[in-house]
């Protein structure tokens, strides 16, 4: 397994502002994976993140709204520009250390818009 | 049609109770098959793989039926601490993973 934290875990903010998510693993992985989860609703992929390439979005998902950053194999980074109301939701980040599809959660941004 | 669908519930059963949840896919080319925990405002937990033979953890039994893309996890006993909603989780293998919306469980005393 891994251990991953975010931070920060909760945050209120003005809208059309701007918050970066920060993702930190204890060890090294190949593939980030940044999801959003909205009030009772399952998790939907923002996009894959590489160490020392672009990441990649999803369907829906641009990098002008969502810029990814990778800048290590431990590290990342999520930012929500611009943000609306309807931008409140949970942020997660997760890893799959072992290649085999099973990922591992951070514990989550909770992000509310004003 | 999802790609990924649960029925939502929620199941409402007494402790001890035996509970089974069902959870279909639309894609034939779906590799690997997992049912992860979700606990109110925490992260998803990965519960077990499931494999077409099947796999057994204790109370928790999950099964592949890949000619009808169907999935299902067996609760028996069921304790109060299994409250928590169960999320299907298909992927293809390409890093492409779809959850399901889950499928919310209340165990009362």
């Known amino acids: 397994s891994a251990v991953i934290s975010q931070k920060p875990s909760r945050d209120i903010c003005q809208r059309g502002t701007s918050l970066t998510i920060q993702c930190q693993v204890d060890s090294q992985v190949t593939m980030m994976f940044w999801y959003r989860q909205q009030p009772g609703q399952s998790l939907t992929l923002i996009a894959t993140a590489n160490q020392g390439s672009e990441a990649t979005y999803e369907s829906g998902f641009v990098i002008d709204k969502f810029p990814i950053s990778r800048p290590n194999l431990t590290f990342s980074t999520l930012t929500v520009s611009n943000m609306s109301p309807e931008d409140s939701s949970i942020y997660l980040c997760s890893v799959d250390p072992r290649g085999a599809d099973t990922q591992y959660f951070g514990p989550g941004t909770r992000l509310t818009v004003l | 049609r999802k790609e990924v669908e649960q029925d939502p519930g929620p199941f409402n059963v007494p402790e001890g109770a035996t509970v089974a949840f069902n959870c279909t896919y639309s894609?034939?080319?779906?590799?690997?098959f997992f049912w992860y925990r979700q606990d109110c405002r925490k992260e998803p937990k990965l519960l077990m793989s499931?494999?077409?033979s099947g796999n057994e953890d204790g109370r928790f039994t999950a099964q592949l039926n890949r000619a009808s893309q169907y999935i299902s996890l067996l609760i028996r006993d069921s304790k109060l601490s299994d409250s928590a909603t169960y999320l299907c989780v298909v992927s293809d293998g390409g890093f492409k993973t779809i959850f399901g919306a889950g499928t919310r469980l209340f165990v009362k005393a």
């Open positions: 894609n034939s080319a779906s590799q690997s």
């Open positions: 499931v494999y077409s």
